[in-house]
């Protein structure tokens, strides 16, 4: 008996696995579509969002995956899976309000790419599907007839 009562204060970490090792937080800014400011033991945290990349400001639909993205989140309390910190030391994360991932709803809104050179853990096949859905509907930025990926036009700001 006492062994099935372990298994029971165990199973919510079994079948959620990722929410366990999550810190939380509220939502205080949004510097673009991909990336938010987060409070964190009174520190705002920057978060950029794990796997996905949305327009740049000045791009074609960057305005608008950022209002998506904080009419999603701003202000509310969220749950940040850090997957790692990139060269800059943000948090690159998957950000959950309700146990569901914000990055998802961005690529199925149709305001992120999937950035497949960096999304590499199993969830990610889960969004390539939901990318490719999203095309096909023509949803948010799908509905150019010639979307220009972030890191392309990233590219060209650069080259003089």
């Given at each position: 008996?006492?062994?099935?009562?372990?298994?029971?204060?165990?199973?919510?970490?079994?079948?959620?696995?990722?929410?366990?090792?999550?810190?939380?937080?509220?939502?205080?800014?949004?510097?673009?579509?991909?990336?938010?400011?987060?409070?964190?033991?009174?520190?705002?945290?920057?978060?950029?969002?794990?796997?996905?990349?949305?327009?740049?400001?000045?791009?074609?639909?960057?305005?608008?995956?950022?209002?998506?993205?904080?009419?999603?989140?701003?202000?509310?309390?969220?749950?940040?899976e850090t997957v790692t910190?990139?060269?800059?030391?943000?948090?690159?994360?998957?950000?959950?309000?309700?146990?569901?991932?914000?990055?998802?709803?961005?690529?199925?809104?149709?305001?992120?790419?999937?950035?497949?050179?960096?999304?590499?853990?199993?969830?990610?096949?889960?969004?390539?599907?939901?990318?490719?859905?999203?095309?096909?509907?023509?949803?948010?930025?799908?509905?150019?007839?010639?979307?220009?990926?972030?890191?392309?036009?990233?590219?060209?700001?650069?080259?003089?």
């Amino acid at each position: 008996m006492a062994k099935a009562k372990a298994w029971i204060l165990f199973l919510p970490l079994i079948i959620i696995p990722t929410l366990a090792w999550a810190w939380s937080g509220m939502v205080m800014g949004i510097s673009d579509g991909d990336t938010i400011k987060v409070m964190r033991s009174h520190k705002r945290v920057k978060v950029r969002l794990y796997g996905i990349d949305c327009p740049e400001r000045g791009q074609a639909f960057g305005k608008k995956a950022m209002l998506f993205t904080s009419s999603l989140a701003y202000g509310k309390i969220v749950e940040v899976e850090t997957v790692t910190t990139d060269s800059y030391r943000s948090v690159v994360g998957i950000v959950y309000d309700g146990g569901r991932p914000l990055n998802e709803d961005l690529v199925k809104a149709g305001f992120a790419w999937v950035y497949t050179g960096y999304c590499e853990r199993y969830i990610c096949n889960d969004w390539k599907e939901i990318e490719a859905q999203a095309r096909k509907d023509k949803r948010g930025l799908w509905a150019d007839c010639k979307p220009v990926p972030p890191w392309e036009f990233r590219r060209k700001k650069r080259k003089p």
